[in-house]
């Protein structure tokens, strides 16, 4: 079992993981206590108790994020890797709101068609869409490969990076669109993120590090049948997850 990034290493990847595993179950914990103190009509916090479980909550999503990415990057197997998204969209349905998650959205519906994952939990993304619709081109192209039927409309939330991938989507040339997706990952991507709190994470504290992936990357290589071999050993790029899916 190889690292498929090798900024880190493989025993500070599995710390992290058991770091952020054991914050989980501690944070569950809290919850309990919190809703038996709700039950009981005690109230600790200066926020009303329900307002403290959804906080703790979105923490609880944001260290399963970190769990399932900390898992591919590690080099475990994709169904491990499943197994850790399948959770991850457990606690994406009870914390996302398109104001600010729309990163966790691209990043779940890439993952998702790149996994083959089933309807119902793919379904589970879309109706959250459809609660909190951040009106986007990617995330209404990702979800159109699974719903035809599925408007996309001319608009990007975040357009560096990500408005680079509307050329990538209606290049009809293969090859063309080929060389645009590696200029995404190669040049457009990470440098578009420098704004957001793991941008040089490996830098800042390499201790909390856990991985970069550009899973729309794969998903895009994926829907537009590129050639994804072409992309082996590319920064960012899942390409075993690509490849995983090419063999059925």
């Not at 009106?135 to 719903?147: F, K």
């Not at 957001?196 to 049948?225: M, P, Q, R, V």
Request: charged residues 30%.
């Amino acid at each position: 079992m190889e690292l498929r990034d090798t900024f880190s290493d493989r025993n500070n990847i599995d710390r992290l993981i058991n770091i952020f595993q054991k914050a989980i179950l501690d944070s569950e914990e809290r919850i309990q206590d919190i809703e038996q103190d709700e039950q009981k009509g005690i109230q600790k916090f200066s926020l009303a108790n329900e307002v403290v479980i959804s906080n703790i909550r979105s923490s609880i999503f944001r260290y399963q994020k970190e769990i399932m990415i900390a898992t591919y990057t590690a080099g475990y197997s994709l169904e491990k890797f499943k197994s850790e998204y399948i959770k991850y969209i457990k606690n994406m349905k009870l914390s996302w709101h398109s104001n600010s998650g729309y990163e966790q959205m691209v990043r779940a519906l890439s993952i998702g068609i790149l996994l083959e994952i089933d309807e119902e939990t793919f379904d589970e993304l879309v109706d959250l869409v459809k609660k909190d619709d951040p009106e986007d081109y990617l995330i209404d192209y990702l979800i159109q490969s699974r719903h035809p039927d599925w408007k996309i409309r001319i608009n990007y939330n975040f357009p560096r990076p990500y408005g680079f991938t509307r050329k990538i989507i209606e290049e009809e040339n293969a090859e063309q669109a080929l060389k645009l997706l590696k200029e995404y990952v190669t040049k457009k991507w990470y440098p578009g993120h420098r704004d957001t709190g793991w941008y040089d994470l490996h830098k800042a504290n390499i201790d909390n590090y856990y991985g970069y992936w550009s899973f729309e990357s794969g998903a895009l290589c994926k829907l537009k049948g590129l050639d994804y071999k072409e992309l082996e050993g590319v920064p960012y790029f899942p390409y075993d997850l690509v490849a995983e899916g090419a063999k059925d």
